[in-house]
């Protein structure tokens, strides 16, 4: 249990390397290839979009037949796809990484539902927790990748990101070995029985799409930092190294804060954890909005990332409580649905940037976190 528990970690490592990768590497590409901040969200946008729409497709799959082949082949697919995409030239090189995401769509609920099921029986029912260490090594590859991504295109172009390829496949040979070939534990494991789920869904009665306005606009909120932190620094002239350093120390603040608000959720509750991260979030962003470059980033965008990452695992454990099916197609559902969500969000606020400027939709984003604070009143009534 413990080897596959490290196996779906380090997948999720290497995986999310790749996939932080993407804001600092379409903002490069997107100068050669004259990309407006519309369409430099559009192409963002498509990224997210086909591994959000693939996610509880897969989800459905893993509760039928086990893990081990969304696991294994999703890091293989993602490995190859994103390897051609930066061999390829022009805008047929984003097609190929938009296909790469496909596998990234494979991997997620697989290794939520590993996570969470080990946080039950090795922690003691402390899935929160466990949850939030999966999605811990996700943001620290988050952070690794485009920091390294600032580095490696300075250097040596596109093609220098091939460098944090090497990761998937020892990782991928691993999972194979580890991970059982069918799903007898883990569909019994994920799925409720017909008594609870009638309670959960009287317990859901007026606040389910509540809840999902609450996931879409977390979600919301952080898709637009990752997406135009980069672009907002580059307009100002900084270099692929410095905008990817201070991206990164978005995600590294998210991955922190990822996991105290998972401690902080088992002990406290979760709706309160969620409520106060996010209603203290709409200062920094203010800031941010409000002071152009300064010093102040490298404290204010680490915070924001801090206390905008700490509802993510929280908003996941409750889906899989209260979507009554296996616990893959649960996760990848939800997954899905707030990457979606981020992503279509992002494409809107790309036409704000290009419309209002960035200061003006950054401004605009604490409103957003605002709200998502705002929703986490509705969690009140839901006791799973």
């Known amino acids: 249990m413990i080897l596959v528990f490290v196996a779906s970690l380090l997948g999720h490592f290497s995986v ?9 590497l379409f903002t490069y590409l997107s100068v050669p290839l004259q990309l407006s901040n519309t369409e430099l969200g559009l192409f963002n946008t498509a990224y997210i979009f086909t591994t959000s729409l693939m996610q509880p497709f897969f989800g459905f799959l893993t509760d039928k037949y086990g893990s081990r082949i969304s696991i294994v082949g999703g890091l293989l697919w993602m490995g190859v796809f994103f390897s051609i995409g930066l061999m390829t030239p022009g805008f047929a090189g984003l097609i190929f990484l938009i296909i790469a995401s496909i596998g990234s769509g494979a991997f997620h609920p697989a290794g939520t539902m590993q996570a969470t099921l080990i946080g039950k029986k090795l922690f003691k029912g402390r899935e929160t927790l466990s949850a939030s260490i999966f999605f811990l090594f996700g943001q620290i590859g988050h952070f690794i990748g485009p920091l390294a991504a600032g580095l490696l295109l300075n250097k040596q172009g596109a093609q220098g990101l091939l460098y944090l390829v090497v990761f998937i496949l020892p990782i991928a040979l691993l999972s194979g070995k580890v991970l059982k070939p069918t799903n007898t534990d883990d569909k019994s494991a994920g799925e409720l029985k017909e008594e609870k789920k009638a309670k959960v869904v009287k317990q859901l009665s007026g606040v389910l799409v509540m809840f999902a306005l609450l996931a879409a606009f977390q979600a919301w909120t952080q898709a637009n930092m990752v997406t135009y932190l980069p672009k907002y620094f580059s307009d100002m ?16 603040g ?13 002990r406290f509750g979760k709706r309160k954890v969620a409520g106060i991260a996010l209603g203290l979030a709409v200062l920094p962003i203010s800031i941010i909005a409000a002071i152009g470059w300064s ?19 929280i908003i996941i454990v409750l889906a899989q409580k209260i979507i009554p099916s296996g616990m893959a197609f649960a996760s990848g559902l939800i997954l899905g649905f707030m990457f979606a969500s981020g992503a279509l969000g992002a494409l809107l606020s790309g036409y704000f940037a290009d419309l209002w400027g960035f200061p003006t939709m950054f401004a605009f984003t604490a409103g957003i976190a605002l709200i998502a604070a705002l929703l986490t009143a509705s969690l009140q009534k839901v006791k799973v």
Do not use: C, E
Request: proline share 4%; aromatic share 8%; net charge neutral.
């Open 254 to 266: 998210s991955a922190i804060g990822n996991v105290l608000g998972g401690m902080a959720a088992d």
């Open 16 to 24: 999310d390397i790749l996939n932080g990768t993407r804001s600092v």
């Open 237 to 252: 002239g900084k270099t692929p190294a410095q905008y990817g350093f201070l991206t990164s120390l978005f995600m590294g």
């Open 295 to 313: 010093n102040w980033l490298y404290l204010l965008i680490p915070l924001t990332g801090v206390l905008t990452g700490s509802t993510h695992s």
